[in-house]
């Protein structure tokens, strides 16, 4: 596949997830996919998933304890399998209130048209303060 496809298929990706699309999410995936989004353990969606059930649970923890998520990808660099989207999250923390509002860099692993990693990264330690209702120690 060609670097345009790659980042095209990403997109259509992030479309979904703005829509609550999670059927064409998963769509994009291939079966054995890893997801893994770094984060402390106070993050109800951080740590490694691997297959649609898993990832599906990801989503699911995400909707279970924000509202209004947003994830706005800025730029693409694409390369061979790989694509990095930069940008920001927005979401509301249901329990705490807390606003989270942080840059993001995704790295997606892309094979013969499909997702078969995920790797995110975020202010993990602003996150988690969100989630906590208090600030997390930074190392």
């Given at each position: 596949?060609?670097d345009q ?7 259509k ?21 890893e997801?893994?989004?770094h984060?402390?353990?106070?993050i109800?969606?951080?740590g490694?998933?691997t ?14 304890s ?9 730029d693409?660099?694409a390369?061979?399998d790989t ?29 013969n048209?499909k997702?078969v990693r995920?790797?995110?990264?975020s202010?993990?330690?602003?996150v ?12």
């Open positions: 596949m060609n496809h790659n980042i095209g298929l990403i997109q990706i992030y479309a979904a997830f703005g829509t609550g699309d999670v059927r064409t999410i998963l769509a994009g995936l291939a079966d054995g996919a997801w893994i989004n984060g402390p353990a106070t109800p969606y951080a490694s998933r297959g649609k059930t898993q990832i599906l649970e990801f989503f699911q923890a995400i909707a279970d924000t509202t209004g998520g947003k994830v706005i990808a800025e693409f660099i390369q061979a694509v990095v989207a930069l940008g920001r999250y927005t979401a509301t923390v249901r329990n705490t209130g807390a606003e989270i509002d942080t840059p993001i860099a995704h790295i997606f692993t892309v094979r048209g997702v995920w790797e995110g990264f202010d993990s330690a602003r988690a303060e969100a989630h906590t209702g208090k600030a997390t120690a930074v190392r």
